[in-house]
């Protein structure tokens, strides 16, 4: 059973950091590359950040570069995304998602709140 098990959201100030994480189990984990996903309240869901499965190589969102570092470690099956300098803006929905060209899984979100 593939599962993508979400923590780490919540209330934070502007300005402060939160980490979320998410564990997976039910499939090789080191075949996929990994992903933040995030939705505002009547937007769109976008990509935040990227990690592949080969080499470790990150992307970010122009909106979060510089702020936000996503990471994995294949021993715990996890992938993190430190979140600094968190603005009102990026409040929203986050989500993980574990990415092959023919499959995809999908955590069922954390939410983060910036505001003061």
């Known amino acids: 059973q593939v599962q993508l098990v979400q923590s780490g959201g919540g209330l934070v100030q502007p300005g402060g950091s939160l980490r979320l994480s998410c564990a997976a189990s039910?499939?090789?984990?080191?075949?996929?590359?990994m992903r933040w996903y995030r939705q505002a309240p009547g937007k769109e869901r976008e990509l935040v950040a990227t990690?592949?499965?080969?080499?470790?190589?990150?992307g970010y969102a122009d909106s979060v570069k510089g702020r936000f570092t996503i990471s994995r470690d294949n021993a715990k099956n996890t992938v993190y995304l430190q979140m600094n300098s968190l603005k009102p803006e990026d409040t929203a929905v986050y989500y993980c998602?574990?990415?092959?060209?023919?499959?995809?899984?999908w955590g069922k979100g954390t939410l983060v709140t910036v505001s003061s």
């Open positions: 998602n574990a990415a092959r060209p023919t499959q995809s899984y």
């Open positions: 039910g499939f090789t984990f080191n075949n996929y590359a």
């Open positions: 990690i592949t499965s080969t080499d470790g190589s990150a």
